[in-house]
């Protein structure tokens, strides 16, 4: 274990966020993360995002082809870059939205090698993609937990966008409802956190990933 590694594992930080007021929207900006990353959200198979930025907002998702690890070349995944590839070929690409992603904890984590190892145990991704993006920058990583909601479908007028969100014209949620329910929420919250806090031991006692 380098010097540094108590350091970095002091900058670990779970944040919970208590919701003090409804989410009906309306939202003129949305997330937009590469299909069968939201696939996954959407049938709360995953809660979590990795991401070099932090998210602060509930943001409706888009799923699109999109790559969302590749830097600022624009081009889209594989479905090799997913732990089901076979799924991830299945995926297509719709005109509406239907999940809001609504941000209540975070991970801040250093740039190192164990992050891609983590990425894969909490994410959809393939441990080889999310590499070669982690090694591609240089500031701290953001494991973000959401909670994804579904709400009535619908078609947002996309007028503008970047490499992470597509301005919409505004459009209101509905019908919000949880994707999974609260007590496997709960579950899930203390399943992340104990599995950040097994990386964390694990290399702050000196070995090479948990196991």
């Not at 939202?27 to 959407?42: F, I, S, T």
């Not at 690890?69 to 799924?87: I, L, T």
């Not at 709400?151 to 996309?158: E, I, M, N, Q, V």
């Not at 694990?202 to 948990?210: E, F, K, M, W």
Request: proline share 8%; charged share 25%.
């Amino acid at each position: 274990m380098h010097r540094g590694m108590q350091c970095h594992m002091n900058n670990i930080k779970p944040v919970r966020l208590v919701l003090k007021k409804p989410l009906s929207g309306p939202y003129d900006r949305l997330l937009r993360r590469p299909g069968p990353e939201v696939l996954a959200l959407g049938a709360g198979e995953t809660t979590a995002i990795l991401r070099g930025t932090r998210l602060r907002e509930p943001l409706p998702l888009w799923g699109a082809h999109a790559a969302c690890y590749y830097g600022k070349r624009g081009h889209g995944w594989s479905p090799e870059d997913f732990a089901d590839p076979q799924r991830a070929r299945a995926w297509e690409q719709g005109d509406t939205v239907e999940f809001l992603a609504v941000p209540t904890g975070y991970f801040k984590l250093p740039n190192e090698d164990w992050v891609s190892d983590l990425a894969a145990e909490l994410t959809p991704w393939n441990r080889t993609v999310v590499e070669k993006w982690r090694q591609a920058i240089e500031q701290a990583l953001w494991l973000r937990v959401l909670r994804i909601y579904r709400f009535r479908p619908s078609k947002p007028k996309l007028h503008n966008n970047t490499a992470i969100n597509i301005k919409s014209k505004p459009f209101q949620t509905s019908s919000l409802a949880p994707v999974i329910s609260d007590s496997e929420f709960r579950a899930r919250l203390a399943d992340i956190q104990a599995t950040v806090e097994r990386y964390a031991r694990s290399l702050v006692a000196g070995g090479d990933r948990p196991m």
